[in-house]
């Protein structure tokens, strides 16, 4: 472990509430956790960085960038930065790890979505904390593996012919979807540079839609906002379902119900209806998981 850690480390741990310590499985455990409990799976910041694109000449920020955004304008991301910069982060704290793609193609290069693999104690775990169901813990791959939070549900497991290729099967409460990734090939964001420029253009899932997903461990709950549709999932079963009638109402739930008062809302609404959708006409019927 490096003894004297960059000032944007220091930054993402203060903002999930963690500090530095060796490298161990119960350390990456509660890491995993910290962050998924402190910030969201969103799009707003993937439209705020959009809308700077001309200027920064970037979709996806630096980590200093991505730390300090974490505290005032309270981004989580989506997974190009939020599984990016998680994996940066848990290789400065000492853990040997790479992003791996995942998605539908055999060519990891053409998937949509990014994951981590962390080698440690001689085992390889998938870890995924900006995706529409994340790893509450890391995720042993060898043979199957399993994870489920508050109902939704994804199976990890080889392939029968190729077992070096892993697939990955998800349910969130009736929408399935069948991903793909090979855990020995390490993706850089720079080598999905092309699904990255993809993802912010129009009628991709990111662009067509306002959303909002967090888990809250705490309250045993998970909250989903998807334009002005907001679900509650609570771990015993229980669904409740609201419809937002203005912007004003869905920064308050943001603020009251996620506690993130500085997502900048109206802005992200802005570039939306640029790209054609109204935030608050309807909620499209396909499920948000983490395809970019």
Same mark, same amino acid.
């Given at each position: 472990?490096?003894?004297?850690?960059?000032?944007?480390?220091?930054?993402?741990? !203060?903002?999930?509430?963690?500090?530095?310590?060796?490298?161990?499985?119960?350390?990456?455990?509660?890491?995993?956790?910290?962050?998924?409990?402190?910030?969201?799976?969103?799009?707003?910041?993937?439209?705020?960085?959009?809308?700077?694109?001309?200027?920064?000449?970037?979709?996806?920020?630096?980590?200093?960038?991505?730390?300090?955004?974490?505290?005032?304008?309270?981004?989580?991301?989506?997974?190009?930065?939020?599984?990016?910069?998680?994996?940066?982060?848990?290789?400065?704290?000492?853990? /040997?790890?790479?992003?791996?793609?995942?998605?539908?193609?055999?060519?990891? +290069?053409?998937?949509?979505?990014?994951?981590?693999?962390?080698?440690?104690?001689?085992?390889?775990?998938?870890?995924?904390?900006?995706?529409?169901?994340?790893?509450?813990?890391?995720?042993?791959?060898?043979? +199957?593996?399993?994870?489920?939070?508050?109902?939704?549900?994804?199976?990890?497991?080889?392939?029968?012919? /190729?077992?070096?290729?892993?697939?990955?099967?998800?349910?969130?409460?009736?929408?399935?979807?069948?991903?793909?990734?090979?855990?020995?090939?390490?993706?850089?964001?720079?080598?999905? !540079?092309?699904?990255?420029?993809?993802?912010?253009?129009?009628?991709?899932?990111?662009?067509?839609?306002?959303?909002?997903?967090?888990?809250?461990?705490?309250?045993?709950?998970?909250?989903?906002?998807?334009?002005?549709?907001?679900?509650?999932?609570?771990?015993?079963?229980?669904?409740?379902?609201?419809?937002?009638?203005?912007?004003?109402?869905?920064?308050?739930?943001?603020?009251?119900?996620?506690?993130?008062?500085?997502?900048?809302?109206? +802005?992200?609404?802005?570039?939306?209806?640029?790209?054609?959708?109204?935030?608050?006409?309807?909620?499209?019927?396909?499920?948000?998981?983490?395809?970019?």
């Amino acid at each position: 472990m490096k003894s004297v850690m960059p000032t944007w480390t220091e930054r993402y741990l !203060d903002r999930i509430g963690m500090n530095v310590e060796a490298p161990s499985l119960d350390y990456l455990t509660r890491l995993i956790r910290a962050r998924l409990s402190a910030l969201a799976f969103e799009n707003i910041s993937k439209m705020y960085y959009f809308r700077r694109y001309a200027a920064n000449g970037w979709y996806i920020p630096d980590a200093a960038t991505h730390a300090e955004h974490m505290h005032t304008l309270d981004f989580g991301g989506l997974c190009h930065s939020g599984n990016g910069h998680f994996r940066n982060l848990l290789a400065m704290l000492g853990f /040997d790890c790479y992003n791996v793609a995942v998605g539908e193609s055999r060519v990891p +290069e053409k998937n949509g979505h990014l994951g981590t693999i962390v080698r440690l104690d001689g085992r390889q775990l998938y870890v995924d904390v900006a995706v529409g169901i994340p790893t509450d813990s890391p995720v042993d791959i060898v043979g +199957e593996g399993h994870f489920d939070v508050c109902g939704s549900r994804a199976h990890l497991y080889p392939d029968a012919l /190729d077992p070096s290729v892993y697939h990955m099967d998800t349910d969130t409460g009736g929408s399935h979807e069948r991903w793909i990734m090979n855990p020995e090939y390490p993706v850089t964001l720079a080598a999905v !540079d092309g699904e990255i420029v993809l993802s912010n253009t129009p009628g991709r899932v990111f662009t067509s839609i306002l959303c909002c997903k967090m888990w809250q461990p705490e309250r045993r709950r998970i909250l989903t906002l998807i334009n002005r549709s907001l679900s509650i999932h609570h771990a015993d079963g229980r669904v409740e379902k609201r419809k937002l009638g203005t912007i004003a109402e869905i920064e308050d739930v943001l603020r009251s119900e996620y506690g993130m008062p500085r997502l900048p809302v109206r +802005e992200a609404v802005e570039v939306l209806r640029q790209f054609g959708v109204d935030v608050l006409a309807g909620t499209p019927h396909r499920e948000m998981q983490g395809r970019a």
